[in-house]
C-alpha cells in the first residue's frame, strides 16, 4: 500500500448530514394535509421548510397546486404539526393515516397509496 492507500475512502462520507428524505435526518420537518373539495386527500411529511410570507408548507402547496391544474377543482393545505426530526414526523404522519382510515374508511386519502 502506497501513500494514498486511503484515497477512494472518504473520511468526510462519514461526516455528511443526512439527506432529508432519511430517517436519519434530524431537522424541522411537519405533517401536512391537503384537502380538496371531496374533504383531506392526503396527508404528507416534508422537511422542505414552509414559505416566509405565511407559513405554508412548500411541498404541500406544490402539490395543490399540481391537483388545481390537473382536475380545476381548488385544494388548500395546512400544517398539522412540526417536529425536530423526520422518524417523528413519519410515525406520527403513519398514525395519522391509519387513525384516518379507521375513522372514516380504507377508501379514504386517495392521495395516500400506502399507509405512508
Known sequence: ???????????????????KNSLD???????YRVKGPDGTFKIGESAQG????DGASVRAEQQA?????ETGDRFETDIRK???DKASA???????IERFRR???????PGNKTNR
Not at 103 to 109: A, C, V
Open 1 to 19: 500500500m502506497g501513500i494514498n492507500s486511503d484515497f477512494g475512502r472518504s473520511s468526510f462520507a462519514a461526516k455528511t448530514i443526512p439527506h
Open 25 to 31: 435526518y434530524v431537522g424541522e420537518t411537519h405533517v
Open 50 to 53: 414552509v414559505r416566509v410570507s
Open 65 to 69: 397546486r399540481r391537483l388545481t391544474r
Open 82 to 84: 412540526t417536529f425536530p
Open 90 to 96: 413519519r410515525d406520527y404522519e403513519t398514525r395519522l
Open 103 to 109: 375513522m372514516y374508511g380504507d377508501d379514504t386519502l
